[in-house]
């Protein structure tokens, strides 16, 4: 067999295994993505739409349009900005960045109404209590204090580093982020997780029963967004090493998929037209993107 023919066989074995292997994978950031997007896909909530004409009561309909309240805000500026000239563009237009919502609880339910500021269209969701909320022990301890402070520890090696790197110039380096130690021990021979915040020496005391505390749904979105690594092996570093399996996979398939259609000569005008169509879908993508990202800083 010549060499390129076996190195076809091989791109082809590599594409299609790991497709199988990673479809548990695929198929957790395909829905889970869609959840994310669709508030009502696979909800946990349960939504009841409000009737047009109980939205028309309550007042919204004197609620601004964007490009009126891009007005008003713009006016209340100008009175506070003295001399400097403070002026509305027309385009981009304003823009609302999402729904406007407002929440209650009663009985251990969170009851959240969302409403349109475009449209108006109004709809209630409940969430239903969370079954796995953990108790809460030793209420009275919440922050604790240790000597010698690991944090403080941390903090002078921080800066000695800073300092060698020729950073630190004068400068006291502050907490960037939220370090935990998450341990289990025993409260009156009971199971408990404690959680202390090295930042703060703020201290979580919970009755430890093995659940994850959340619901399934949200463990699925969680898993979507998990990212990082964990200075211990363990779940998360697992998960983070599929994570990166997943994304190389996907770089492999693009590049073997292209390979494989550049060898089916029938079908490469075909393939040339989509890929075409996928390059400039892309870019108007891209370029929309970065105008939303520009104005809203999102």
């Known amino acids: 067999m010549k060499l390129a023919s076996r190195l076809n066989l091989i791109i082809r074995r590599i594409h299609l295994y790991s497709g199988l292997f990673l479809v548990p994978w695929v198929l957790m950031y395909g829905v889970t993505g869609a959840m994310f997007n669709h508030l009502g896909l696979f909800p946990r909530i349960q939504i009841q739409p409000v009737d047009p004409s109980v939205a028309a009561e309550s007042g919204m309909s004197n609620f601004p349009d964007a490009n009126s309240l891009a007005a008003q805000i713009v006016e209340s500026i100008q009175k506070e900005a003295g001399s400097t000239r403070v002026e509305l563009q ?3 237009r304003a823009e609302f960045t999402n729904e406007l919502s407002f929440e209650v609880k009663n009985n251990g339910l ?17 969430m239903p209590k969370n079954e796995e909320d953990p108790q809460v022990l030793l209420q009275s301890i919440r922050n604790i204090k240790l000597t010698p402070d690991p944090q403080e520890t941390a903090h002078k090696a921080a800066a000695i580093l800073l300092e060698k790197a020729g950073l630190l110039n004068g400068k006291d380096p502050q907490p960037f982020g939220w370090t935990k130690l998450n341990f289990l021990a025993t409260v009156d021979g009971e199971p408990a997780r404690i959680t202390y915040v090295l930042k703060d020496g703020h201290i979580d005391i919970n009755r430890y029963t093995g659940d994850d505390g959340m619901p399934l749904r949200h463990f699925f ?8 690594q964990s200075p211990t092996w ?8 599929a994570v990166d399996t997943m994304a190389i996979a996907m770089v492999f398939w693009a590049i073997s998929g292209i390979i494989m259609w550049w060898q089916i000569k029938r079908t490469r005008w075909i393939g040339a037209a989509i890929i075409g169509l996928s390059i400039v879908t892309a870019t108007v993508l891209v370029l929309g993107l970065s105008d939303f990202y520009a104005l809203t800083r999102l």
Do not use: A, C, I, K
């Not at 979105?221 to 990082?228: C, I």
């Not at 363990?234 to 090493?241: A, C, I, P, T, V």
């Open 110 to 126: 969170q009851h959240v109404v969302y409403m349109d500021p475009v449209t108006h269209e109004s709809w209630v969701g409940t």
């Open 221 to 228: 979105l969680r898993m979507h967004t998990s990212h990082g």
């Open 90 to 92: 027309q385009t981009p």
């Open 234 to 241: 363990n779940g998360r570093s697992f998960w983070s090493l």
